[in-house]
């Protein structure tokens, strides 16, 4: 199996908080090193004693080539500032190195990125680093931010043949069509932020890959399952606004809808999205579950995760109805040879689909160089994972046998995301705000209602939007960067005090098994000191004096609690799940 070892992959997500193995930080993922873009003289192990960032000289290509040395990212730390530890706070920037691609000149700078991996092959990625305040023997992993701070493109979920520049917030790519999204999503409320297609239209014609196809460009909004190498709205996972034509796209259908834009054009994106509902029951998918696994890559800490995987219910409606029709036929056509049973209609083969829910009332809706083109879609497919078939409940606990990891329920992190594909060298700019180049009315659901294309439902009202006291009915784009990283941090604290109820649970077991022993009746084997926390001590989780030694029939070290966690906090365990159960964000 790609990812970890499938033998460390298997006790990396089980519901018990406690059933679980120390990670080996310090090895990069397999899937990582077998990926082929890496080149041998940045594929080399980290030292097992290394806890920074490998040296430059060791990411500095051949000197045969000096045009390629790589540039530090900023905020990138130098000489004493590079920790001696990992960072509790900011992750360390991935190494810049000027691209060889053969694209169009631009006055803009487009670098590769080497140094951290990127979400591909049904992984996801993101930084992670030790927990400043834990008292636990493993510290527990959280989430920490990646420069350069703020809303951008993100580092790591892009295709791996987009080119971005230092700031991470201009993309381009030499062939085909390759998408980036930003590195925040939206999961409720009324957001806007631009996006300026700097080069598109067909101009900037790529002749010098073979193209000769011209420079293109797409805006809209993705989901995490959306393919990262195929234009926006290739599938019903994404929604896009084309440069060519103006049209509206998703499921790969263009529908008329705008005008079409050119190079210099300046995108508005506008997202609507209803307020999310709490769980039903545990096995909602709307119940947030974290399984996480912290990997050491290139002298930086990263979670490793599962990404969610296309449904059969989402493909289905890419499928030509012709197609289903001829299906259909066919399998009627069937005659089982004498003595033998008809094979089993292609229609009923597999779990019955599962329905597909949409968010009523939401709406994405674009402006062009200021001008509302109205709304392009409406009652989008919700975010949210399908709910699981019958029988897959557990690893082995139903008829499928799937991944320990694999996550049914919503992450925290599901969400819609700025997301923009480029194509033969075409160019795009992300603007979070909240200064826009064409700044929308401060009531942008009454410059909807007024357009070519009006909105069929009646407006959605953001709480959190200023709109109550007289100004915006949306928020920029940059308000949500802050927003998310306070939900991610409520979330990983719940995971740490999860960490603290376990380790405090396991260390009476480990006292109660003590006092057997003295009292004759136990037969652990040899005893061993067991080290509590001051911490834990103080806050009245465990006294000092109540744990002295146990036997080596103990159970296993606190190395992960929660779920999908393996001596790090990735999860939330079972009481903090269930307190969690009535937080929605």
């Not at 959306?226 to 790969?252: I, K, W």
């Not at 049973?341 to 994405?364: F, N, S, T, V």
Request: net charge negative; with cysteine.
């Amino acid at each position: 199996m790609s990812g970890l070892a499938e033998g460390a992959a298997a006790a990396a997500a089980t519901e018990s908080p406690t059933e679980q193995a120390i990670p080996t930080l310090n090895s990069p993922s397999p899937a990582l090193e077998a990926s082929g873009d890496i080149p041998p003289e940045l594929n080399s192990r980290p030292s097992q004693k290394r806890k920074h960032s490998p040296s430059t000289d060791q990411l500095t290509p051949s000197a045969a080539s000096p045009s390629a040395a790589p540039l530090p990212a900023p905020n990138a730390p130098t000489g004493e500032a590079a920790a001696e530890e990992d960072s509790s706070t900011v992750a360390n920037p991935p190494t810049l190195i000027p691209h060889t691609s053969n694209l169009p000149p631009s006055s803009f700078e487009f670098y590769q990125t080497r140094g951290h991996p990127i979400s591909r092959n049904g992984y996801r990625y993101t930084t992670c680093g030790p927990s400043p305040s834990s008292s636990l023997p493993i510290p527990i992993q959280r989430l920490i931010e990646n420069p350069p701070l703020g809303a951008r493109f993100s580092w790591e979920d892009r295709s791996t043949f987009v080119l971005l520049t230092e700031d991470a917030r201009t993309i381009t790519a030499e062939k085909g069509w390759r998408a980036a999204r930003a590195n925040v999503g939206v999961r409720e409320g009324n957001w806007y932020w631009e996006v300026k297609a700097e080069r598109c239209g067909g101009e900037g014609a790529n002749t010098g890959a073979g193209l000769g196809e011209g420079s293109w460009v797409r805006v809209g909004v993705g989901r995490r399952e959306s393919p990262l190498n195929a234009p926006c709205g290739f599938d019903g996972y994404s929604y896009g606004y084309r440069d060519r034509g103006g049209e509206a796209v998703t499921l790969a259908c263009p529908q008329t809808y705008g005008q079409p834009y050119t190079s210099g054009s300046t995108i508005g994106i506008y997202i609507s999205l209803p307020p999310r509902q709490p769980p039903t029951d545990r096995r909602d998918p709307a119940r947030i579950v974290r399984k996480r696994l912290p990997i050491r890559y290139k002298g930086q800490l990263y979670f490793e995760l599962l990404e969610y995987a296309p449904t059969k219910e989402m493909s289905e409606l890419t499928i030509d109805p012709a197609m289903k029709a001829k299906v259909v036929v066919e399998d009627k056509k069937k005659v089982a040879a004498p003595g033998t049973k008809a094979p089993p209609a292609l229609a009923d083969q597999g779990p019955p689909l599962r329905p597909l829910p949409k968010l009523e009332k939401a709406k994405i809706a674009f402006f062009l160089d200021g001008v509302c083109q109205g709304v392009a879609f409406e009652d989008i497919y919700d975010f949210i994972p399908l709910r699981q078939h019958a029988g897959e409940e557990g690893f082995g606990g139903g008829r499928t046998k799937t991944d320990p990891r694999t996550n049914w329920h919503d992450d925290g992190t599901c969400a819609y995301y700025p997301h923009v594909s480029v194509f033969g060298g075409g160019i795009a700019t992300i603007n979070a705000g909240p200064n826009f180049a064409f700044p929308p009315p401060p009531d942008l659901e009454a410059a909807l209602r007024e357009s070519p294309h009006p909105p069929r439902s009646a407006p959605l009202l953001d709480p959190k939007a200023p709109g109550a006291g007289g100004g915006a009915t949306w928020r920029p784009l940059s308000e949500r960067y802050p927003e998310f990283l306070a939900e991610q941090s409520r979330l990983d604290d719940l995971d740490e005090e999860e960490a603290v109820r376990v380790f405090g649970e396991q260390a009476r077991k480990e006292a109660e098994m003590l006092a057997k022993v003295e009292e004759g009746g136990g037969g652990a084997g040899p005893l061993k000191k067991v080290k509590v926390p001051a911490r834990l001590e103080e806050l009245g989780v465990v006294k000092k004096e109540d744990v002295h030694s146990v036997g080596s029939g103990s159970p296993a070290p606190l190395s992960a609690v929660g779920e999908g966690r393996r001596g790090n906090g990735a999860g939330l365990g079972e009481g903090a799940r269930e307190r969690e159960e009535s937080v929605q964000y």
